[in-house]
């Protein structure tokens, strides 16, 4: 044999062994798209809807400062619990204090004032009743003396009495009736002296009224340099030190806000909700609540409230207060009061609240990565690849319902055991209906 038959010979053995290992590898199948699939089955499945956000008290107050004036005494520390009523911090308050003192010297001397008026009202009450008296009794006297002086001339037209004896008669009748005009003046002049009185003591009255409420005033003012807590709760915030002058009236200045009391007793978290998320929160749903500060620790509570305004996530300010036709990230604020919480909760603190929005005890589920969209019927459409027994994948149009976990509730379009493709991503992206497949290990 020849050099050349011998070569010849050797290659096509080679040959022969290239495409048996060729053929044992399925190389004379049809070409397919290579793709990764998963058998549709039933599972528990839970939606829920995380947001980040931050804990805080249902009720507290900032107590502000309402006068200008320098801090003389703080009676509390932060982290102290304090009662409703307790007295906080004093502001000096000389000068209050001493209008209070002169305000209060000033009503008595007028409340003095109407008591000495009431008192000669009642004197003068007292003298106009004997003044009265008196002239009934003169009056009496006026009718005998003018009987008697009747009959003095009568007896003198007669010549029965002298002439002396009638004019007795005569001056008597006019000094009884000089005394009867003299005791009606008298009770006159009384009667206009009590209503000058009466006037006097009216006068006094308003102004004790002017001066009860000026008292008020500045009783008021000296109030407002003593701070008492509004609310039982816990001191959670003291930026001032005892020696600094508060300011009132300066919107967010550290000079005018004293303290904050926090009722600790109801802790909330209050988490912003993405605008896509939010639509599926209720009232009322379950939630757990992770602190970054405390990572072993767990809380539950429930959903007490769902604000309606949207907060433009990049400014935090509401939607309705933007000038422009912004189309950046909208969240709504949520609120989650905790069942249970811990003493060493803050406000302020960070957390995660993650709500359950909805659960399913066995649902048909499927990869979230496996939902395609493409045109059935010159309509866009949600579904799956489906692959037969031939490794054909056609497409199908799903209902879908909640999702969780990375999967999602197929209500309508699939059975339990289809099985479909789920990946690549690259390979499920590009696929159509009726192409042959080749499904690969994931």
Known sequence: MTARSKLLLVGGLLLAVAAALYLGSGALEPEGVRVQTETVGRRPLVQVVTASGEITPVNY??????????????????????????????????????????????????????RAAGAAIEAGEAAEAALAASL?????????????????????????IARDEYDRRRADARTAEAYVAEAQANIVRLQAERQELLARQDGAQRRIEQAEAQLRRVRDVLRRHSYLSPIDGVVTNLPVKTGETVVPGIQNSPASLLMTIADLSVITAEALVDETDVVHVELAQPAEISIDALPDAAFSGRVTEIGNTAILRSSGLSASQSTSASQEARDFETTVALDDPADTLRPGMSCTVRIT????????????????????????????????TDRVARFVPVQTGISGGGALEVTAGLDEGDEIVIGGYEALRALTSE??????TP
Do not use: C
Not at 81 to 104: I, K, S
Not at 435 to 440: A, D, G, P, Y
């Open 357 to 388: 929005t909805a659960t399913r005890d066995r649902a048909l589920t499927i990869p979230i990565q496996a939902l395609a969209v493409r045109n059935v019927d010159d309509q866009d459409r949600e579904g799956v690849f489906v692959v037969s």
């Open 136 to 160: 009934k009794r003169t009056q009496a006297e006026q009718e005998r003396a003018d009987l008697l002086y009747d009959r003095a001339s009568k007896l003198l037209e007669d010549g029965l």
């Open 435 to 440: 192409t042959f497949v080749r499904v690969e």
């Open 61 to 114: 107050v900032n107590v502000g400062a309402e006068q200008m004036g320098r801090i003389t005494e703080i009676l509390v520390a932060e982290g102290d619990t304090v009662r409703r009523g307790q007295l906080l911090a004093r502001l000096e308050a000389v000068q209050p204090r001493a209008d209070v003192d002169a305000q209060q010297a000033s009503l008595e001397q007028l409340r003095s004032d109407l």
